[in-house]
C-alpha cells in the first residue's frame, strides 16, 4: 500500500478504521526507518550532524507525518494545522511540512450537501431558505460556508461541518498520538511523553467541542453579549436554521486583511482597528477568563461600512480567573526588570504551575534553562514594556537552535491545560497588528513592567 497523493484524493474520508489503521501503521514505520536511517548515517561519519542537514532530516519526518495525515483528512488535517504552530512540540522542519495542511481543504458537492440537510433537517436547503448558493464562499478543514437568504430577505451564513468529522476525531488522535510517541522515542527534539499527551489531549478536548455548532452557537451568543461595549461587530445566529452540524449566522459583508491593505487604510484607521482587536484579546483573556482562540487572519472581517467584525466562534478558551492570574503572573515575571528577581519569579511560576520540576534549583535554572529562554521572553514582553508598540516593528519570532531545543526539552515537565491556546491566541492576536502595521496602546492593568 503506497501513499497517496493528496492533490488526488476524493471528497470522502478515509472512515474505514481498518484503512485508517493502516495508514498510520505505514507512516509510524517509515518515520522508525527513517529515523534509524539518519542514525546509521550519523555514526557512520563519527561526527554531529550539521544545523542544515538536522532541519533537512526533520523535513523527511514531516513528509511522512503529512503524507499520512493528509489521507486521513479530516480532524487529522486540522491537528496538523495546529501542530505547524506549536514550536514547544515540533521541530521547525517537521512544522514547515505539516503547515502544508493549510491548503489541504475538500470541498463538498451539492449530492452531500443535500443529504446533509436531509439528515438535519428533513428537507433540502432549497426549501429552507428562499435563496441558497450551492457553491461554497468560504471553506476551513472542518466545515464551509454558503450564501443564503430566508424570506424575509435577510442575508445568512450558512456552515456546514463535513460529514464523518465528529466521529473521526478519537481514532484519529490516537493514531496520532501514535505517530508522535513514535518519534518521541527515537529523537530528543520532542519533549517528554507527558508533554506529547498534556498537548494532544487538549487539542483533542477543543477538537469535541468545535465540531458541536450548537455550542459555537452558544459561544457566538456569548461573546456578542460580552463584547457589546468593545466596538466589535459579532454575526447574529439564526437557531430556527441551525443543528449539531449546521450552524446559520448573519451574513456581513467585508473582506479579509490581505484585501484590505490593498485599499492603503491610513496610519489613523489601523491604529483604531488594532487597538479593538488588541483590547477585546486582553478584556477576553484577563477579566472574562474565555478566549476566542483561534484569530488566524481569516477570522477578522473589515467591513465595507468601516467596523470590524469576528467570526468563526468554534475554538474557545476558558480558563477562569485563577488560570488567568497565573499567565498574568508569568507574563508580569518577564517584565521584571532586575534580572536576579526576573529569574527567581519565572522559576516560581514555572514550578508552580508544574511546567519544570519542583527540585529545579534556582542556581540550576539561572545557568541551564533561563539562558535558553530568555530570546523567547523577550519578544514575548517586547510589546508591554513602554505602555505602547509599533507592531510594523516586532521582529519574528526567535528560532532555536538544534542543542538548544534537546537542552530546555529535559526540563520540560508538563503544560498546563489551556496554556497551548492562550500562547496560540496571544501569538495570533500579535501577528495580526504586525500585518496590520498597527500603533497600539498596550498598557493595561493585569500586564505592567516591573510585575
Known amino acids: 500500500m503506497s501513499f497517496l ?30 529515523l534509524a536511517l539518519q542514525s546509521t548515517k550519523k555514526r557512520l561519519i563519527n561526527a554531529d550532524i550539521s544545523e542544515s542537514q538536522q532541519r533537512q532530516n526533520e523535513r523527511e519526518i514531516g513528509k511522512l507525518m503529512f503524507s499520512a495525515l493528509s489521507q486521513l483528512r479530516g480532524t487529522a488535517l486540522k491537528v496538523s494545522q495546529i501542530l505547524s504552530m506549536e514550536a514547544d512540540l515540533l521541530p521547525e522542519g517537521i512544522r514547515l511540512e505539516l503547515a502544508k495542511s493549510c491548503y489541504q481543504v475538500p470541498p463538498l458537492n451539492r449530492a452531500v450537501i443535500h443529504r446533509v440537510f436531509l439528515k438535519e433537517f428533513k428537507n433540502s436547503p ?21 450564501k443564503a437568504s430566508d424570506d ?5 451564513a450558512v456552515k456546514i461541518q463535513y460529514p464523518g468529522i465528529a466521529s473521526s476525531i478519537g481514532s484519529d488522535m490516537k493514531m496520532i498520538r501514535t505517530l508522535l510517541l513514535n518519534l518521541a522515542n527515537h529523537s530528543a527534539l520532542l519533549p517528554n511523553k507527558t508533554v506529547i499527551s498534556d498537548v494532544l489531549n487538549e487539542i483533542e478536548q477543543r477538537l469535541e467541542e ?5 455550542l ?3 459561544n457566538t451568543v456569548w461573546f456578542k453579549e460580552h463584547l457589546s461595549g468593545h466596538n466589535i461587530v ?20 467585508g473582506v479579509h486583511v490581505d484585501e484590505w491593505l490593498l485599499t492603503n487604510p491610513t496610519q489613523t484607521v489601523r491604529n483604531d482597528l488594532g487597538q479593538r482587536i488588541y483590547d477585546v484579546f486582553i478584556y477576553s483573556a484577563f477579566e472574562l477568563g474565555k478566549l476566542h482562540a483561534d484569530p488566524h487572519p481569516g477570522n477578522y472581517l473589515f467591513m465595507d461600512d468601516g467596523q470590524l467584525a469576528i467570526l468563526d466562534f468554534g475554538c474557545i478558551n476558558i480558563f477562569g480567573k485563577e488560570s488567568a492570574q497565573q499567565k498574568t503572573q508569568l507574563l508580569n515575571a518577564f517584565l521584571e526588570a532586575d534580572a536576579t528577581q526576573r529569574a527567581a519569579r519565572v522559576l516560581s511560576v514555572y514550578q508552580g504551575q508544574n511546567i519544570i520540576d519542583s527540585g529545579l534549583s534556582l ?27 509599533d507592531f510594523a516593528k516586532y ?9 538548544d531545543a534537546k537542552k530546555s526539552n529535559q526540563y520540560l515537565a508538563s503544560i498546563p491545560q489551556n496554556q497551548m491556546y492562550f500562547d496560540r491566541s496571544l501569538v495570533g492576536v500579535f501577528a495580526m497588528l504586525k500585518k496590520m502595521g498597527a500603533q497600539i496602546k498596550t498598557a493595561n492593568r493585569w500586564i505592567y513592567v516591573g510585575g
Open 5 to 34: 497523493n493528496p492533490s488526488k484524493l476524493g471528497d470522502k474520508l478515509s472512515t474505514s478504521k481498518l484503512a485508517r489503521t493502516a495508514i498510520t501503521g505505514i507512516a509510524a514505520s517509515k518515520i522508525a526507518a527513517t
Open 126 to 146: 432549497s426549501i429552507i431558505f428562499s435563496r441558497f448558493e450551492s457553491t461554497a464562499f468560504a471553506a476551513a478543514s472542518l466545515g464551509q460556508v454558503h
Open 152 to 156: 424575509t430577505g435577510e442575508k445568512l
Open 210 to 214: 468545535e465540531v458541536d455548532y450548537i
Open 216 to 218: 459555537e452557537a452558544e
Open 234 to 253: 459579532i454575526p447574529s445566529v439564526y437557531p430556527q436554521y441551525s443543528t449539531e452540524k449546521v450552524l446559520t449566522t448573519q451574513f456581513l459583508s
Open 363 to 389: 542556581e540550576e535554572f539561572t545557568s541551564q534553562l533561563l539562558p535558553l529562554l530568555e530570546p523567547l521572553y523577550e519578544w514575548i514582553s517586547m510589546p508591554f514594556e513602554h505602555g505602547e508598540y
Open 395 to 403: 521582529p519574528s519570532c526567535p528560532k532555536v537552535s538544534l542543542s
